[in-house]
């Protein structure tokens, strides 16, 4: 009877070791996706800027509302039409892979969210013409160890966040509602409130997010069933960072 005691207990040591090697191993491909997602982006921006502006006057066509030089490319993506295609491309996307993810294979959900980090890096391409570089910099390695504290802390708490969740989700809502009233408005108090509260719903939304990103792994998933919920994950992850980045900017950047 001892023996056969020990064997259960040795068993369900065995079982828990797997799941907890399974589960590093799915918030591991969670983060290197979101990770490359992020790198796209970047890249996509950068270069779409250096693209977009030039120093040289004889070969400016055009100029941002700073008085940032703009080639024909810039004045095409900031100038025209086509940004409203630039804007709400990513929107479009981002809302496809969410409904859709469900009934692609895992290689077309991960394509498609490389492709929407691509599409997102030629929206926030304005941004360097906005904000200094060394700002923009400075805020994403801000952004950077404040995500990855708050995320250690979403994997590793034992205290359930679903309450917190629920409110955050409110404040997201109320957020969007205040950002489309002061496109109207233009009001400085408005928009600095605006900023403040989006720092803190996406720094609780990135705890949150993490610790229901862990909960949604299973040992028994498939590799279809798996790999979806790694690129939902990492597609949860990488809105969160965007967005806090983004708010953050809004704090530490010193525009052009």
């Known amino acids: 009877m001892s023996d056969f005691r020990n064997y259960q207990a040795r068993s ?10 399974g589960l590093r ?64 491309a990513p929107v479009a996307l981002v809302f496809f892979l969410s409904f859709r993810i469900q009934s692609m294979s895992v290689s077309a959900a991960r394509t498609t969210f490389l492709v929407y980090a691509g599409l997102v890096g030629l929206s926030l391409s304005s941004i360097l013409l906005i904000y200094t570089g060394q700002s923009v910099v400075q805020t994403f390695f801000v952004t950077a160890a404040s995500f990855g504290a708050l995320s250690l802390y979403g994997y590793t708490t ?60 299973f040992e028994q998933d498939g590799y279809d069933t798996a790999g979806r919920k790694a690129i939902l994950g990492a597609l949860t992850l990488y809105l969160d960072f965007i967005n806090l980045f983004l708010f953050l900017l809004r704090f530490m950047g010193d525009r052009r």
């Not at 369900?12 to 090697?21: K, T, V, Y």
């Open 12 to 21: 369900g040591l065995g079982s828990a070791e797997m799941i907890d090697q």
């Open 25 to 88: 191993s799915y918030m591991l491909t969670v983060y290197n996706l979101m990770g490359v997602g992020l790198a796209i982006t970047g890249i996509a921006a950068f270069v779409i800027s250096l693209l977009a502006t030039t120093t040289d006057p004889s070969q400016a066509v055009g100029q941002f509302g700073n008085g940032v030089m703009l080639t024909n490319i810039g004045v095409a993506l900031y100038g025209s039409p086509l940004k409203w295609l630039v804007m709400l």
């Open 158 to 217: 034992k205290r359930s966040l679903s309450a917190m969740g629920s409110f955050l989700i409110m404040g997201l809502i109320g957020l969007l509602i205040a950002s489309v009233v002061n496109i109207f408005l233009q009001s400085s108090a408005l928009a600095f409130a605006v900023s403040a509260i989006g720092v803190l719903v996406f720094a609780g939304l990135t705890a949150y997010d993490t610790q229901k990103i862990k909960e949604m792994y």
